[in-house]
């Protein structure tokens, strides 16, 4: 695609529930990473694939969240049992290679809100 | 974690004006990035420096580096209205080879 796609742009969901985030990023890159944001605060990293591996894990804030990206190209991010503290812009980005060595692209975030 | 930090948190300023922005990182760094974000949403990149390099331009932009000091400055010159948003700079890490994000400053120019 030309450029980095998320879905579903916005998510209202109840506490408690189960919500998957999709992202599909630029063809070819492969790297890729997720953020979420709060208002009037940067992106919180969460996770960094390198390929279908997930590199770096060290942001996911607890055993709720979880990321896969199965065949190195669509990534989708997982909440369990959600709380009204995620509620959140997710935003995902990739590039060419890893490591920050290149600019990486963002898509336009999806928007979750637990009630 | 954060690994940059911007600022100042809030900048307003008069069109025509230059505008700057710092930011500051913990760890060693291979490269660090400025992004802009309009509203809240995607955020677009501005510029790479690489851990080499003092100085980088890109039209109105103007980045500094300073390894030594771990600092970084971001220089938007002769500013406009549309320049209104919030930047942050990334940094890699020689330690993760992740991007982390700082706070950023918010820039207001006033037509």
């Known amino acids: 695609g030309a450029g980095v796609s998320q879905t579903p742009s916005n998510k209202v969901t109840e506490k408690g529930k189960y919500v998957e985030l999709r992202c599909d990023p630029i063809?070819?890159?492969?790297?890729l990473y997720w953020y979420r944001q709060s208002l009037g605060q940067g992106p919180e990293f969460l996770i960094y694939?390198?390929?279908?591996?997930?590199?770096?894990d060290s942001g996911l804030p607890n055993d709720r969240f979880f990321a896969v990206r199965p065949e190195g190209s669509v990534s989708t991010l997982k909440i369990q049992r959600t709380e009204r503290g995620d509620s959140a812009v997710y935003l995902c980005?990739?590039?060419?290679?890893?490591?920050?060595?290149?600019?990486?692209?963002f898509g336009q975030g999806t928007r979750l809100t637990v009630v | 974690s954060q690994q940059g930090e911007e600022d100042p948190q809030a900048l307003s300023i008069q069109e025509g004006e230059n505008a700057t922005m710092n930011c500051s990182y913990k760890?060693?760094?291979?490269?660090l990035q400025w992004y802009r974000q309009n509203s809240g949403r995607g955020l677009v990149h501005l510029i790479l420096i690489r851990s080499n390099e003092r100085e980088k331009h890109s039209g109105r932009l103007r980045v500094t580096l300073d390894t030594s000091k771990k600092s970084s400055s971001l220089l938007i010159t002769a500013s406009r209205a549309a320049d209104t948003a919030s930047y942050f700079c990334?940094?890699?890490?020689?330690?993760?080879?992740?991007?982390?994000f700082g706070a950023g400053t918010r820039l207001t120019v006033k037509p």
């Open positions: 694939f390198q390929g279908t591996g997930a590199a770096d």
């Open positions: 990334a940094t890699d890490s020689q330690r993760n080879n992740d991007m982390r």
């Open positions: 063809s070819g890159h492969t790297a």
């Open positions: 760890t060693s760094i291979n490269n």
């Open positions: 980005a990739s590039s060419l290679t890893g490591r920050a060595r290149t600019e990486a692209f």
